[in-house]
């Protein structure tokens, strides 16, 4: 076992405090990364403070991880001493079932193996990154390439493959109307993704706060959904519609935004049922859909075409005894765009 330095959450209503944790020994097939940055998701709030169900305590969150490969074991063929690696939302699945066997591992019909607060093949709960080392099995290590500046690849690995891989699943592109409601991290991510991709991009956020930043990142046009013209205005126009909205909307008003064929795609997660009217799916031949994360190939691909194109989160980075303030301003919407920890910081 090594004992390694981290944050964690004694409980659900206490701040996340400074703790030591246990990475296993290296197994034939694993993979040692010393981190430098872990992402901080609106998932890991809603986790660390039993939101989405009840965790074990004391719990490290964190499934946005890049660092370097210090060690690996006797029989690692895709990773060696010093690369430059993410891992993301999950670290295993059953690599045998249908969706497993399809590359589509983030489905695993087991369920996959979360990066955090999951029971690991070997028995243990996994601890996510917010840690100064953490051991993956090779598979679920993705390869950074060089273009992509080191502070800014953590968050690719959840906001930007919940965002790539719908995008590219529903064949955003050239020809192709994409709206993007909600600009936050996921939304950001979205917008960038989408116009490298070729799309003509609106982004629809409540209000026009974040204007300059949507023109900036690339969209041609950003309205206001607190505007009820907005929903005239854009009536019957979208071929895809990415929400990365967390809380309750009115499903059938943004419905009424795509055009023929067109398919609204959930990223973000309200806690209660979203009630949709069957008779706005009718029109347009519309379809509602979720999504989420991506496999390991199409993550691997996510960011490859970020280094291709040259987009990369925007974030802001924090020290390790900056998170729980950095928490509070997540849920009050104040960070352009994603908070990353310094892992620096916890050596
Ligand atoms: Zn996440
Ligand atoms: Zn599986």
Known sequence: MLTVNAIAAPSATEPLVRTTIERRDLG???????????????????????EWGAVPYPLTVGHEIVGHVTEVGADVTRHAVGDRVGVGCMVN??????????????????????????????????????????????????????????EAVAPLLCAGITTYSPLAHWKAGPGTKVAVVGMGGLGHMAVKIAVAMGAEVTVLSQTLGKKDDGLRFGAEDYQATSDPATFEALANTFDLIINTVSASIDVGAYLGLLRLDGTMVNVGAPPEPLPVRVFSLFNNRRSFAGSSIGGIAETQRMLEFCAEHGIAPEVEVVDADAVNDAYERVLSSDVRYRFVIDIDSLR
Request: hydrophobic content about 30%.
């Open 28 to 50: 034939p097939r694993d993979v040692l990364i010393e981190i430098s940055y872990a992402g901080i998701c609106h998932s890991d709030i809603h986790t660390v403070r039993g």
């Open 93 to 150: 699945s059953c690599r045998e079932c249908a969706n497993c066997r399809a590359g589509q591992e983030q489905y695993c019909l087991q369920g996959n193996v979360g990066t955090y607060a999951s029971v690991d093949r070997d028995g243990t709960v996994t601890q996510g990154g917010y840690s100064t080392h953490v051991v993956v099995d090779e598979d679920f290590v993705l390869r950074v390439p060089h273009a992509i500046p080191h």
